[in-house]
Nanobody, 116 residues
Framework: QVQVVESGGGLVQPGGSLRLSCAASGSIFRLSMGWYRQVPGKQRELVAQISSGGVTEYTESVKGRFTISRDGTKNTVFLQMDSLKPEDTAVYYC???????????WGQGTQVTVSS
């Protein structure tokens, strides 16, 4: 089992930046890690993910603005969010999945609000 804990959400003005962190209880080099977001009334959307081998993927709407990265010494994954837009407002969730398993572990979520 893996526990993931997000931090770093908050209120930011349009055009601003935030960095989300996700601390995992297991080695992130054995895990595929991802960031999802959800707006009330809508399905959760995959925003970015990084494989155990370090390959990154992004949903089209955040390409060029968001960057997913990791620090193996701290078992932590980051989501750097720049040029934020009001439509980025959502609860952001971190996920972790062992490469040999179909089980996905979810964090509790952190609120990101982009508003002037």
């Amino acid at each position: 089992q893996v526990q993931v804990v997000e931090s770093g959400g908050g209120l930011v003005q349009p055009g601003g930046s935030l960095r989300l962190s996700c601390a995992a209880s297991g080695s992130i080099f054995r895990l595929s890690m991802g960031w999802y977001r959800q707006v009330p009334g809508k399905q959760r959307e995959l925003v970015a993910q990084i494989s155990s081998g370090g390959v990154t993927e992004y949903t089209e709407s955040v390409k060029g603005r968001f960057t997913i990265s990791r620090d193996g010494t701290k078992n932590t994954v980051f989501l750097q969010m720049d040029s934020l837009k009001p439509e980025d407002t959502a609860v952001y969730y971190c996920t972790a999945q062992y490469i040999t398993s179909t089980t996905v572990y979810w964090g509790q979520g952190t609120q990101v609000t982009v508003s002037s």
